[in-house]
């Protein structure tokens, strides 16, 4: 039995459609009304560039800027924490650490090194943060490639890799070097935790609808201007005419309050003697990866845990590394250059996704 009366069918149906037109006027508004835009901020950090669109009201400049400089500061705070390049930064501060007694960590770069060794263990070692020596041997540290022959004693490297030789001491909180001379990179990472760390801060100021991008990692939260959820691309990998290399849209799809997070070979290589070597190296051989995968693109709630597995997949390859995304239920897309049994041909490049992935594609025909 109801506690009041309900209301006559009539009087439900007027202030159904009161509600109704009330959506749609807001809507409309919403759309319509120049007070609505969409601000766009953008810059230079990490080593990449970055974006961060806010769909809102009118702000006057005053906010504008102080928006502008929040964005900037929480960039240059991951910046001066956590990359290689910068001798000052935190993380060359451990690695110039040759002792094997904890060393203190901000909670940021050691949040950083959770998730790093979370992933390294689901993923055997593929993501391995301890890689260091070897990124920098192969050129792709902040020394640069000399001559692109890689360690003549890759052997000599391996000794001082493995994510197990690091021990993380929560309450320190602090990490510590199971021998002396264990470096670490958190290249692979750090741009993700950039990206919740400036979406944490476009929240603290009050905004719920914005798209944060930082070298090609995202994180979308609410809507764009129309009411519906941020649309987002995944790229080609690689798209040559006329013996240029430009970037072409793969695939459009919604992101519905999620990161998205891709590691890849087209973005960031070198090439010797018409041969490419990707940045991201396999801790097992010692080598730049090399296999047929030309992106792989995660989704998940978090862009740091994005990041992460994105890495470790793109170590891993189509094969293990999609069967490691089915084993750990993620939200992963992959594109590859040669045929896959059982996946789609999309102008001649070879994709596959799980799952959880394919509930991005709903309502979309792309
Ligand atoms: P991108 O920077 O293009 O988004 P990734 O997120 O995959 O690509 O990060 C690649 C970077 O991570 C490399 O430039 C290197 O500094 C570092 N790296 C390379 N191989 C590994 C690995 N196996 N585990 C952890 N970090 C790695
Ligand atoms: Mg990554």
């Known amino acids: 039995m109801p506690l009041v009366n309900p209301l006559p069918l009539s009087v439900r149906l007027f202030l159904g459609c009161v509600l109704l037109l009330c959506v749609a006027l807001t809507a409309y508004r919403y759309g319509r009304d120049p007070e609505y835009s969409v601000i766009e901020f953008q810059g230079n950090s990490m080593g990449t560039t970055w974006s961060v669109k806010i769909?809102?009201?009118?702000?006057?400049?005053?906010?504008?800027?102080?928006?502008?400089?929040?964005?900037?500061?929480?960039?240059?705070?991951?910046?001066?924490?956590?990359?290689?390049?910068?001798?000052d930064s935190e993380l060359s501060k451990f690695n110039?650490?040759?002792?094997?007694?904890?060393?203190?960590?901000?909670?940021?770069?050691?949040?950083?090194?959770?998730?790093?060794?979370?992933?390294?263990?689901?993923?055997?070692?593929?993501?391995d943060i301890t890689v260091a020596p070897l990124v920098e041997e192969w050129g792709f540290g902040p020394g640069g490639a000399q001559e692109f022959s890689g360690p003549s004693n890759i052997k000599g490297f391996q000794?001082?890799?493995?994510?197990?030789?690091?021990?993380?001491?929560?309450?320190?909180?602090?990490?510590?070097?199971?021998?002396?001379?264990?470096?670490?990179?958190?290249?692979?990472?750090?741009?993700?935790?950039?990206?919740?760390?400036?979406?944490?801060?476009?929240?603290?100021?009050?905004?719920?609808n914005f798209l944060v991008e930082?070298?090609?990692?995202?994180?979308?939260?609410?809507?764009?201007?129309?009411?519906?959820?941020?649309?987002?691309?995944?790229?080609?990998?690689?798209?040559?005419?006329?013996?240029?290399?430009?970037?072409?849209?793969?695939?459009?799809?919604?992101?519905?309050?999620r990161a998205m997070a891709t590691s890849g070979d087209y973005r960031n290589y070198v090439e010797r003697e018409g041969e490419r070597y990707s940045h991201t190296i396999d801790p097992m051989t010692g080598r730049p990866v090399k296999h047929s995968l030309a992106s792989v693109t995660v989704i998940h709630e978090m862009a740091v845990w994005a990041d992460a597995w994105a890495t470790?997949?793109?170590?891993?390859?189509?094969?293990?590394?999609?069967?490691?995304?089915?084993k750990e239920k993620l939200s992963a897309y992959f594109i590859s250059r040669r045929p896959i049994s059982g996946s789609e041909t999309d102008n001649g490049i070879e994709v596959r996704f799980t799952p959880e992935f394919a509930i991005q594609f709903q309502g979309h025909r792309n």
């Open 96 to 127: 110039r650490y040759n002792g094997v007694i904890p060393f203190a960590l901000s909670s940021e770069t050691f949040a950083v090194f959770e998730v790093a060794q979370s992933v390294a263990r689901s993923s055997k070692g593929a993501l």
């Open 312 to 326: 470790a997949l793109n170590v891993l390859g189509p094969d293990a590394g999609y069967n490691l995304a089915r």
């Open 55 to 87: 769909a809102t009201g009118a702000l006057p400049k005053s906010e504008q800027e102080k928006i502008s400089k929040t964005l900037k500061y929480s960039l240059s705070k991951v910046d001066s924490l956590m990359s290689t390049w910068r001798e």
């Open 214 to 257: 930082i070298g090609g990692e995202l994180k979308a939260s609410g809507t764009h201007l129309n009411g519906q959820v941020w649309r987002v691309a995944i790229e080609a990998p690689i798209f040559e005419e006329d013996g240029f290399t430009r970037r072409k849209v793969h695939r459009v799809l919604d992101l519905n309050n």
């Open 159 to 208: 000794s001082r890799i493995g994510f197990e030789k690091l021990k993380l001491f929560p309450n320190g909180p602090a990490v510590s070097k199971s021998i002396p001379g264990v470096k670490c990179d958190l290249s692979a990472i750090a741009k993700g935790f950039a990206v919740d760390e400036v979406a944490r801060g476009l929240r603290d100021l009050g905004f719920e």
